[in-house]
């Protein structure tokens, strides 16, 4: 469990003041306290409010922030609500594509 960073709340301003759905932040951000997601390593967050809502069904919101991290790489952030829109998940995901290879095929 650790403090939001600079840049983890310059993001999910960003996103909240963007979308068109009555985000909440239950909380100021220099309060919250969020942890990192397993993912590996790609920096997505999930925001702590309380002990017991951790394993509750999320949705996703409706803006996304595109930028290059500092090894050049695009990264796509969204974030995820709960049913009562509560700003809940940071997900950064970083754009790298590979060739795919046709399954059954020689």
């Known amino acids: 469990m650790r ?6 709340t310059y993001f999910i301003t960003e996103l909240v003041e963007k979308s068109k759905i009555p985000v909440v932040l239950p909380k100021p951000l220099n309060e919250v306290y969020c942890e990192d ?3 590996g390593g790609m920096g997505s967050i ?3 409010y309380k002990e017991a809502d951790r394993d509750i069904l999320l949705k996703a919101g409706d803006v996304q922030i595109n930028y290059k991290d500092i ?3 695009l990264v796509n952030i969204k974030f995820l609500i709960d049913e009562n829109f509560n700003f809940k998940e ?3 995901f ?3 594509f590979v ?3 046709k399954m059954g095929c020689k």
Request: aromatic fraction near 4%; proline fraction near 0%.
């Open 3 to 8: 403090k939001l960073t600079q840049q983890e």
């Open 90 to 92: 940071l997900d950064f």
């Open 46 to 48: 999930r925001i702590l």
């Open 37 to 39: 997601i397993n993912d």
């Open 94 to 96: 970083k754009l790298i």
């Open 71 to 73: 090894d050049n790489t």
């Open 99 to 101: 060739t795919s290879k």
